[in-house]
């Protein structure tokens, strides 16, 4: 779903501004968004090509529709990008990948014509894994809020108000894929628990949307496994806040935990407090899906890195002149340069 944090944006850019004919193939959440976003899909798959697997001809759809350019994301773990680039690179079309997570451009197997980069970090990474491609263009970050998100995300920013009489500290835990979310919640728990500060903490769930309904190994589905491990914790599990938007619950948030979610970088951007935690799934699922062997967010001085059970109290601010240099992803710029 991240990719369409960009190529809608950009897709829109092609359409609205240049005139272009625009057509997506899309799975999983972006279907959804992209239908939002007033596109229909020339082909959509399934929601989990892992749960439920689906047969997509690139080949025959190139041919089809004969596009003078293909433009991806970079999903994790990846699939219907990679079809596509393949059969792209058989037949001669140019590719263009655009990031929205550092070191994405190296899930791309397929020979790339230009990344859009979220920045000189990015960039060095994109040399590493697609030193063939011809042109790469810095575009800034789609987790950075623009001056007009950023206004609205700060006045939205009293949606948990109300918890503040029995909360000192809103904690957030943003959660991934399922084998990473179960290492990351027994990290935060513990630190939970140990956590004094100068009252009683909370801490809010948010589980990733595509992950909470799996079912594991013995049929039981991932959120209820993840829910019985705050049992625990008592009066300081506030619960998920599921009628908010997952960004008014950042916004609102003291403290947002996650391992390397886009979140983080977003809560970063807006001052807060963050954590990345480092576990041995989460490094595994980053070193899979990113030629980066750290955390970016860490990397970069946005996030305080977590590997053993603390005092969240003691959590730090991202570096003030890190966050400064931050920029928000301008589709304009990525579709005209590339």
């Given at each position: 779903?991240?990719?369409?944090?960009?190529?809608?944006?950009?897709?829109?850019?092609?359409?609205?501004?240049?005139?272009?004919?625009?057509?997506?193939?899309?799975e999983g959440?972006?279907?959804?968004?992209?239908?939002?976003?007033?596109f229909?899909?020339?082909?959509?798959?399934?929601?989990?090509?892992?749960?439920?697997?689906?047969e997509?001809?690139?080949?025959?759809?190139?041919?089809?529709?004969?596009?003078?350019?293909?433009?991806?994301?970079?999903?994790?773990?990846?699939?219907?990008?990679?079809?596509?680039?393949?059969?792209?690179?058989?037949?001669?079309?140019?590719?263009?990948?655009?990031?929205?997570?550092?070191?994405g451009?190296?899930?791309?197997?397929?020979?790339?014509?230009?990344?859009?980069?979220?920045?000189?970090?990015?960039?060095?990474?994109?040399?590493?894994?697609?030193?063939?491609?011809?042109k790469?263009?810095?575009?800034?970050?789609?987790?950075?809020?623009?001056?007009?998100?950023?206004?609205?995300?700060?006045?939205?920013?009293?949606?948990?108000?109300?918890?503040?009489?029995?909360?000192?500290?809103?904690?957030?835990?943003?959660?991934?894929?399922?084998?990473?979310?179960?290492?990351d919640?027994?990290?935060?728990?513990?630190s939970?628990?140990?956590?004094?500060?100068?009252?009683?903490?909370?801490?809010?769930?948010?589980?990733?949307?595509?992950?909470?309904?799996?079912?594991?190994?013995?049929?039981?589905?991932?959120?209820?496994?993840?829910?019985?491990?705050?049992?625990?914790?008592?009066?300081?599990?506030?619960?998920?806040?599921s009628?908010?938007?997952?960004?008014?619950?950042?916004?609102?948030?003291?403290?947002?935990?996650?391992?390397?979610?886009?979140?983080?970088?977003?809560?970063?951007?807006?001052?807060?407090?963050?954590?990345?935690?480092?576990?041995?799934?989460?490094?595994?699922?980053?070193?899979?899906?990113?030629?980066?062997?750290?955390?970016?967010?860490?990397?970069?001085?946005?996030?305080?890195?977590?590997?053993?059970?603390m005092?969240?109290?003691?959590?730090?601010?991202?570096?003030?002149?890190?966050?400064?240099?931050?920029?928000p992803?301008?589709?304009?710029?990525?579709f005209?340069?590339?």
């Amino acid at each position: 779903m991240g990719g369409a944090n960009v190529t809608i944006p950009m897709a829109k850019v092609a359409r609205d501004e240049v005139g272009d004919e625009v057509g997506f193939i899309t799975e999983g959440l972006a279907t959804e968004r992209v239908r939002k976003a007033g596109f229909e899909p020339a082909f959509a798959g399934t929601k989990d090509f892992r749960d439920e697997p689906f047969e997509f001809d690139a080949a025959a759809f190139l041919a089809e529709h004969k596009p003078d350019y293909v433009v991806v994301g970079q999903g994790h773990p990846i699939n219907l990008e990679e079809r596509i680039t393949l059969a792209a690179n058989e037949r001669r079309i140019p590719v263009i990948s655009v990031t929205d997570f550092w070191g994405g451009a190296s899930r791309i197997a397929a020979k790339l014509d230009a990344i859009i980069c979220l920045d000189g970090y990015d960039q060095s990474l994109a040399l590493r894994s697609h030193p063939e491609a011809r042109k790469m263009v810095i575009a800034g970050n789609p987790g950075v809020p623009t001056s007009e998100e950023r206004g609205r995300i700060i006045a939205e920013s009293k949606a948990l108000d109300s918890l503040r009489a029995v909360y000192s500290d809103i904690i957030v835990y943003v959660g991934g894929a399922p084998d990473r979310t179960t290492r990351d919640l027994e990290l935060v728990v513990s630190s939970l628990l140990l956590t004094r500060g100068r009252g009683k903490p909370g801490l809010i769930f948010r589980p990733h949307p595509k992950h909470a309904n799996r079912l594991n190994g013995e049929g039981r589905r991932y959120g209820d496994i993840w829910r019985e491990m705050f049992t625990m914790l008592g009066g300081q599990y506030i619960g998920e806040c599921s009628e908010l938007a997952t960004d008014k619950v950042v916004a609102s948030a003291d403290v947002v935990v996650s391992d390397y979610s886009t979140l983080i970088t977003t809560a970063a951007a807006l001052e807060k407090r963050t954590v990345s935690l480092v576990t041995e799934a989460s490094m595994k699922s980053l070193t899979s899906g990113s030629n980066s062997k750290v955390i970016p967010q860490v990397y970069l001085g946005l996030s305080f890195p977590l590997s053993e059970p603390m005092d969240l109290s003691k959590v730090t601010y991202p570096n003030p002149e890190v966050v400064r240099r931050l920029k928000p992803f301008d589709a304009k710029t990525a579709f005209l340069l590339f």
